[in-house]
């Protein structure tokens, strides 16, 4: 756990950080009657998308922006082979070539909904783009902007290892929460020069934080670990970025679009773009 002295020093960082828990159930490709499809037409092909019915506010938001029309003619402005492709930048539409994006956004940001690992960076998922944590510690998703997970394969040995920060990243996390809740004692603990009693607080949130986390040593199900081997993802993106639903057809079109040709901002040269989107009915 922190020093003392680090303790105190990341007070000034703590606002607005959540613990996350680690919801232990797994049930990626099932579907719902509250789920929604959408059809995206691109330059390159069709891609059918599902939403997922359990992270609401991402679907009905997406829903929303496809009935108004604001992803008609929109580009993939950022593509990365082997890591994703990223659309919903407003402002690309009529973009002259050569123009960096990925700074439009509606005006407003969609509050988080993790659910890791129920919904993970498993190859096609689509996930909400956002702002970094220095701005946006609460992890809030742009209002239009989402990317699609090509991702790679990893080894047994490389999740393992990914486990584990992840494991360690979810008990900072939590001991920093218990650290905000107790801001006033600490400072005043500060104000006073009571090492001994900042020492004794520090022992405390770190014997809780031990106590709260105590059955999160596995993150990875069976069948995340044989997605994110056999498959491939993203899975140092997990818990994240919000992951609200996945390509049901038409993951060869996404290979075709992460293998364009692109500059030093990760545009492609030749734009690529969504001709339309529409909300599909339920029987289709």
Do not use: C, W
């Amino acid at each position: 756990m922190r020093s003392l002295t680090t303790l105190i020093i990341a007070l000034s960082v703590l606002f607005g950080l959540k613990a996350q828990s680690i919801d232990k159930n797994m049930d990626n490709n099932s579907s719902n009657a509250d789920d929604v499809k959408v059809l995206l037409k691109t330059s390159l092909g069709d891609i059918t998308i599902l939403l997922y019915g359990d992270t609401p506010r991402h679907r009905d938001n997406f829903v929303k922006l496809v009935k108004e029309g604001n992803y008609d003619g929109v580009l993939f402005h950022r593509v990365i082979n082997d890591f994703m492709v990223q659309t919903g930048d407003p402002t690309s539409k009529n973009a002259p070539k050569g123009k960096m994006l990925g700074d439009g956004d509606m005006p407003y940001e969609i509050d988080a909904e993790f659910l890791f690992p129920t919904h993970y960076h498993h190859r096609g998922a689509i996930a909400a783009a956002r702002q970094g944590d220095n701005v946006n510690p609460e992890k809030k998703s742009s209002g239009s902007q989402f990317y699609i997970v090509t991702g790679k394969k990893f080894t047994a040995g490389q999740l393992d290892s990914m486990e584990h920060q992840a494991v360690m990243r979810h008990k900072q996390e939590v001991f920093d929460s218990l650290a905000k809740q107790n801001r006033d004692s600490i400072m005043s603990l500060r104000r006073n020069r009571d090492a001994a009693g900042l020492q004794a607080l520090q022992e405390k949130l770190a014997a809780e934080t031990e106590k709260l986390t105590a059955n999160d040593s596995v993150i990875y199900t069976p069948e995340i670990r044989e997605a994110y081997m056999n498959e491939g993802g993203t899975p140092h993106l997990d818990g994240s970025y919000t992951v609200f639903g996945r390509v049901i057809s038409g993951m060869d079109v996404v290979d075709k679009i992460q293998k364009a040709e692109t500059d030093g901002n990760d545009r492609p040269l030749e734009d690529i773009r969504i001709i339309s989107a529409t909300v599909l009915p339920d029987d289709k």
